[in-house]
């Protein structure tokens, strides 16, 4: 059975940081890319980092230089370090495994809620 379990979500002030996690199992963890979305109440869900398998990484420009994606094939897990947070960050973060070929397989977690505020 695929899951993604996240952790690390929570209230946080502006400027301050939070570090997200992912746990894997279910799947062959190393042959998927990884990334983090979020979706914030009204909003369309956004992605705000991916990792290849080779652990390449691509983050727009809204969190570039604030956000650390990062991987750990040999523990199943995915991680994001988030600093220097803003107000704007806040929202529901969510992790996600993707395998492009002949047939997209493509899996999700239940999400984790970041928050930050004064």
């Known amino acids: 059975q695929v899951q993604l379990v996240e952790s690390g979500g929570g209230l946080v002030q502006p400027g301050g940081s939070l570090r997200l996690s992912c746990a894997a199992s279910g799947f062959t963890f190393s042959a998927y890319a990884m990334n983090w979305y979020r979706q914030a109440p009204g909003q369309e869900r956004e992605r705000v980092a991916h990792i290849t398998t080779t652990g390449g990484t691509f983050y727009p420009n809204s969190v570039k230089g604030r956000f650390t994606i990062s991987r750990d094939n040999a523990k199943n897990t995915v991680s994001l370090q988030m600093d220097s947070l803003k107000p704007d960050d806040t929202a529901k973060y969510y992790c996600?495994?993707?395998?492009?070929?002949?047939?997209?397989?493509?899996?999700w977690g239940h999400g984790t809620q970041v928050t930050v505020s004064s």
């Open positions: 996600n495994a993707q395998r492009l070929g002949e047939q997209i397989f493509e899996y």
